[in-house]
């Protein structure tokens, strides 16, 4: 069964913090993975692939531990504009279609 | 500009109608996708196309049906079997074929019962 699990929080955090957020696949055969933002009421938008060796874009990292099926994405230095729901996405290997996680929702407050 | 384009913003359904969301595409992207969005809850995909004059039922495809009949365009119709119709729905495209492909999403289309 395809399934991705998240917190669905909220996770309220000051500026200038660092929040990680983990998310758990039940599918040993799933392949790709991503991390998609979403404002509220607005569509999602890619926030960047998970990569086997993990990467980093800017403020933003992302882990993908295979053994323990979970992914993990790191912001540092959390800014108002970091505020909305990241959404955990996995491709299972013969898949055509994507499976979304429920979304943890991030507040950054002043 | 190239994007997906989804109408109308907000609809609204009366009893035993079907409504239709309209969905169209410049991008040259041979993938389409419908999803429903209820509160909370993650994005489920209702129907998706890889190719013109084929698609193929997603995880909640009761009360829904699709067409299509050109690669740019992907609509969904809501149908009076679809008893729990209001949810926020999400057109998506993408380059199909390569596994690490971005899902490129419309605005959305927020759909009521009235």
């Known amino acids: 069964r395809k399934e991705v699990e998240q917190d669905p929080g909220p996770f309220n955090v000051p500026e200038g913090a660092t929040v990680a957020f983990n998310c758990t696949y039940s599918n040993s055969a799933s392949q790709s993975f991503f991390w998609y933002r979403q404002d509220c009421r607005k569509e999602p938008k890619l926030l960047m692939s998970v990569y086997s060796s993990g990467n980093e874009d800017g403020r933003f990292t992302a882990q993908l531990n295979r053994a323990s099926q979970y992914i993990s994405l790191l912001i540092r230095d959390s800014k108002l504009s970091d505020s909305a729901t990241y959404l955990c996405?996995?491709?299972?290997?013969?898949?055509?279609?994507?499976?979304f996680g429920k979304g943890t929702m991030l507040l950054v407050s002043p | 500009d190239g994007g997906i384009t989804q109408s109308p913003k907000y609809l609204f359904r009366k009893e035993g109608q079907n409504v239709t969301l309209s969905c169209e595409q410049n991008?040259?992207?041979?993938?389409m996708y419908w999803y429903r969005q209820d509160p909370g809850q993650g994005l489920r995909l209702i129907y998706y196309?890889?190719?013109?004059?084929?698609?193929q039922k997603g995880d909640i495809a009761e009360g829904y049906s699709v067409s299509r009949e050109k690669k740019e365009s992907f609509p969904l119709t809501v149908t009076s079997a679809q008893k729990n119709p209001t949810a926020f729905y999400l057109c998506?495209?993408?380059?199909?074929?390569?596994?690490?492909?971005?899902?490129?999403f419309g605005s959305g289309t927020q759909l009521s019962v009235l």
């Open positions: 991008l040259n992207h041979d993938a």
């Open positions: 996405v996995c491709r299972v290997t013969g898949y055509s279609t994507l499976t």
């Open positions: 998506a495209s993408s380059i199909a074929g390569t596994t690490n492909e971005k899902l490129f």
């Open positions: 196309s890889q190719i013109v004059n084929d698609f």
